[in-house]
């Protein structure tokens, strides 16, 4: 018996490895607003559970629609009061969290474009252009305390949480780390694609 386990093992990691892979795949296909809408958010915005805005509820979604999407989608990731962070769900990526945020907008009377979608491919800059374009502002020489490029301790230490939190705090913006990195366009994707590079940047420089 054991040593059977012992010659599964390699299979099982390999095994555990691919099933990481394809929860990873499956992350990576972002779901329609209307599907996690069904399938998390309901829960409480069908029904209005803990004064969650209600689907269909024109005058409490006018209220809150007028922030904006990206006022909004801040808030969902983070949490709000009784609203936790993603829905509860950390399944749910920022781009399913802003479909699902316009379609319960447009479910109350709303006229929001879905976000990008993938069925309609824009050219999405690569994370070295936009590192060279905007992040090198401060990440170059460190201004304000800024992780600098190339930099492999600094990196490592900011990577400890995983690279999510990465992303998701240079989404948000803290400290002196401007939301988007200053750049208000910039899409969660391309966000993820800078910090990416930057990332790797720091630690395959100095090896
Ligand atoms: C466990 C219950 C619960 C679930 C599940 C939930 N919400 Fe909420 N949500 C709330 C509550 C309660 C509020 C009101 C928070 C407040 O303003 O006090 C809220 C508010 C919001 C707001 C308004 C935030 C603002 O800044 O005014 C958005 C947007 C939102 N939810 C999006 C979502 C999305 C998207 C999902 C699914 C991915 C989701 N919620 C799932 C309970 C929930
Ligand atoms: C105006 C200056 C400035 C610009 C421009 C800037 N950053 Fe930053 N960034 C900072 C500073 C300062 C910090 C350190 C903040 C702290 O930890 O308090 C930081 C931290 C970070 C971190 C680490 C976050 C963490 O959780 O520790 C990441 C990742 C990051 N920036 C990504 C980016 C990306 C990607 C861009 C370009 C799209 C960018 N930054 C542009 C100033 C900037």
């Not at 905007?134 to 492999?152: E, L, T």
Request: proline share 4%; net charge positive; with cysteine.
């Amino acid at each position: 018996m054991n040593k059977t386990l012992k010659k599964l093992a390699p299979v099982i990691i390999l095994l555990a490895f691919a099933a990481s892979v394809t929860v990873q795949a499956a992350q990576g296909a972002d779901r329609s607003g209307k599907e996690v809408v069904d399938k998390v958010c309901s829960t409480c915005h069908a029904t209005g559970a803990n004064g969650a805005p209600k689907i269909g509820d024109q005058a409490a979604w006018r209220k809150r629609s007028e922030r904006g999407l990206a006022d909004l989608t801040a808030n969902a990731i983070k949490g709000i009061r009784k609203m936790p962070a993603h829905g509860g769900n950390q399944n749910v990526s920022d781009l399913e969290i802003e479909r699902a945020i316009t379609f319960m907008v447009n479910q109350s009377g709303g006229h929001w474009a879905e976000p990008i979608n993938r069925t309609k491919p824009v050219a999405e800059r690569p994370g070295k252009k936009i590192v060279e374009m905007q992040c090198i502002k401060c990440h170059k020489a460190g201004v304000g305390g800024a992780p600098k490029i190339g930099d492999r301790d600094a990196w490592i230490k900011r990577g400890s949480a995983g690279m999510d939190s990465l992303v998701r705090s240079s989404i948000n913006g803290h400290g002196g780390m401007p939301a988007r990195g200053g750049m208000a366009d910039l899409t969660d994707s391309e966000i993820r694609g800078a910090v990416v590079y930057m990332f790797n940047q720091g630690i395959t420089e100095k090896k």
